[in-house]
């Protein structure tokens, strides 16, 4: 990363929000706003201690074998609600419905439907993330300009071709969009059905340090999940710019 692209303005908010945290902790109980330094005492022990590191690996395994199978499923699903209109009047509605159910209500569901925690909580994230992974390749993929099809289509060009060369840079873009989306709200949903049932995970660890009183350990937790989603968001932007190098830079 060049120096140019480091965001100081963000850097600069980051720690004015520790300085005012660490300030406030002078001045309540640290029940209420603990010390920076016990919080990152317990993310040092929980990233240190291979017992506790294997819970938030578990927990960064589950959900992206859940994103991985949600993208597959969700991608074909909406580029074929695209390709014919048939299928997607039937499948439109049916993936509104499952998109307008809570959260909250899926994991009920799960825990009712499933014994095994597993495929509970790989349940609990497709339900979530397929319709969003769906309707986003459907709607880049009627957003192909249909002069640049028809050229395309005047070179008769093979099935493979068609998507290496037309399809694939056109929905590109709005899918990664789509992983940006689901990769936090997957990561929540996943918490939340840890918190039931389940005795590997960081909802697990959530639950025992609120059954402890424990707010600087569950603190810990909660940077462990935010410093995942920020490594995956670094991952899929830096996976993003290397597939779409071909886009013109727009000038500032």
């Known amino acids: ?7 100081y303005k963000g850097i600069l908010a980051g720690l004015v929000l520790l300085a005012i945290w660490q300030g406030v902790s002078l ?7 603990p010390p920076l330094q016990e919080i990152g005492v317990d993310l040092f022990y929980i990233i240190s201690n291979g017992e506790t590191l294997q819970h938030a690996l ?4 589950r959900i992206l074998v859940g994103l991985v199978i949600s993208f597959l499923i969700g991608t074909l699903l909406g580029l074929i609600m695209g390709m014919e209109d048939s299928i997607n009047d039937i499948v439109r509605p049916v993936l509104s419905f499952i998109q307008g159910v809570p959260a909250l209500s899926w994991v009920v569901i ?7 925690v597993e495929l509970r909580i790989f349940f609990i994230i497709l339900i979530t993330a397929l319709p969003n992974f769906s309707f986003q390749a459907f709607d880049s993929y009627k957003a192909i300009s249909k002069d ?3 050229m395309m289509l005047v070179f008769r060009p093979r099935s493979n071709q068609m998507f290496r060369m ?5 929905i590109i873009p709005d899918l990664f969009t789509a992983w940006k989306v689901n990769l936090g709200n997957s990561t929540r949903v996943a918490i939340v059905a840890e918190l039931v049932g389940a005795t590997v995970g960081v909802g697990y660890q959530l639950s025992s340090a609120q059954s402890l009183f424990d707010l600087p350990m569950a ?9 995942f989603v920020i490594v995956m968001q670094i991952v899929l932007g ?3 710019n290397s597939l779409l190098s071909w886009r013109p830079k727009a000038e500032r």
């Open 1 to 7: 990363m060049s120096i140019k692209k480091i965001n």
């Open 27 to 33: 001045v309540t109980p640290s029940y209420l706003f």
């Open 58 to 61: 578990t927990t960064m395994a």
């Open 110 to 116: 799960a825990v009712i439907w499933f014994q095994q």
């Open 148 to 150: 640049l099809r028809e």
């Open 166 to 170: 037309l399809i694939f840079p056109s």
């Open 219 to 227: 603190l810990a937790w909660t940077l462990v999940l935010v410093i």
């Open 238 to 240: 830096r996976f993003e």
